[in-house]
């Protein structure tokens, strides 16, 4: 009697692998349907580019990005570059899919954005930056860079903690630093000569601008509903700043 349990047992137990293994089988061969072939696995472009993906014997694809920030991709297979990063673009044919991997990747680098944490303080800035330190008060730290791109970094601190960053840059790269922060952040409008900038998470607000006495600069702040007007007023705070440090 025991011997007859334990045969029927293992037969329901056979019975539940084969069916389990029907299962996959048939996922497999969904996703993996030799029929249908993406046109590129795997495509490099710079923010402002595009790409158009075809799915070879298919007319009716279901386009998905996994990734919009990064970029998105039009029901007609057209993949438009938003901002740098890796994305995976999937196309759906009925139980089918094939994928492609698309890298967006930067005009600019070596651009080092300041430390831009607003729940630290001056040792945070201080441990972060390797910049040369010029000059510091209980309110600002000023630092200089030799880059490319940069002349200096500025830091504001209000009862310790920090308030808003900025970096200088040099002047005749204002095409350049408009392309640093478009492949990098979510432009968000031109409003009294500024451009303002959010980042992916909309946690932090970068305003661009050229002013008389920093030249040409860009602000980081908090993302808050009175970001923009915090920037401007962050501008004339720094002018007052750098023109006594001169």
Known sequence: MKFLTYRMNMKKLLLLFLAVGTLVSCSKSEDSNPEFKINQKEVKLNYDG???????????VSWTSSDEFVGTIGSDGKFEAKHIGEVTITGKVGGSSVSA???VEPYITGVVEPF?????GASSVKSYEKRKL??????FIYYSDASKYVTNSLYSLEGGVLKSSALMFVSS???NVVKFYGERYKFDGYEDKIGFFTSKDAKIMVGVTVDANLGLVALYMPNTSKNKASIKMAS???HSVVKNIK
């Open 50 to 60: 595009s790409f158009n993906f075809k799915v070879e014997n298919a007319s009716n």
């Open 101 to 103: 991997k698309v890298v």
């Open 116 to 120: 831009f944490d607003f729940t630290k």
């Open 134 to 139: 010029i000059s510091e008060t209980s309110t």
């Open 173 to 175: 790269s204002a095409e």
């Open 236 to 238: 004339k705070d720094y």
